[in-house]
Structure formats: structure tokens, C-alpha cells
């Protein structure tokens, strides 16, 4: 059961930042996401291992370490979304609708 859900996390990453950075439904912003991270498979895997061997770290440290992991992921991701997002892909490679 953790490698579907590890999957079903990776995919949905970018979920949340779609969310309130697009202003996206939910089900909309769950597409999007699973459509950056397949743009960009290898890198997003990389990341999502990153932040789970972390935050299994920050657990490890007698649940302490989280508040400490917790803001590094945060930022890794938001820093992954930004650079996904801003890249320089055309508009066939970029799945994200123009802002309003």
C-alpha cells in the first residue's frame, strides 16, 4: 500500500500550489499536477524520495525533526513549482492556462 500511495503523492505534488497560485478547482488542479509531473518524471520521483527520506527522518528525531523538515520540503516543492511552471516550454509543452 505505500508504493501506490508514494505514486498517487508524487502525482498530485503540485496540487496545492495550482490551487491557490492558478486559482484552480480541485479536480482541475489534480489534472494539471499529474500533468506537470509526467512532463518531468525523473525529477519529480527524485524529489518526492528526497521528501519522504526526510520527513521519515524528521520522525525518527522523536517527531521534533518534523518541524524542522517540514519547512525544507515545503520549499523544495514550491521551488520545483516555480521552476516547472516558469520554464521555458512552449505553450504545447506547458499544460497551465494563461492567469486571468
Known amino acids: 500500500a505505500l508504493i501506490p500511495a ?3 503523492g508524487t502525482m498530485w505534488l503540485f496540487s496545492f500550489p495550482l490551487i ?15 500533468k506537470l509531473v509526467f512532463q518531468r518524471i525523473g525529477s519529480t520521483l527524485l524529489l518526492g524520495i528526497a521528501c519522504g527520506a526526510l520527513y ?8 521534533v525533526g518534523v518541524f ?9 516543492i514550491a521551488y520545483a513549482y516555480d521552476d516547472i511552471t516558469s520554464g ?13
Open 6 to 8: 508514494f505514486v498517487l
Open 20 to 34: 491557490c497560485d492558478r486559482q484552480m478547482d480541485f479536480w482541475k488542479a489534480m489534472e494539471t499536477s499529474r
Open 56 to 63: 521519515i527522518a524528521g520522525l525518527l528525531a522523536c517527531f
Open 68 to 76: 524542522f523538515t517540514l519547512p525544507i520540503m515545503a520549499g523544495a
Open 88 to 100: 521555458a516550454g512552449g505553450a504545447a509543452e506547458n499544460p497551465l492556462p494563461a492567469l486571468r
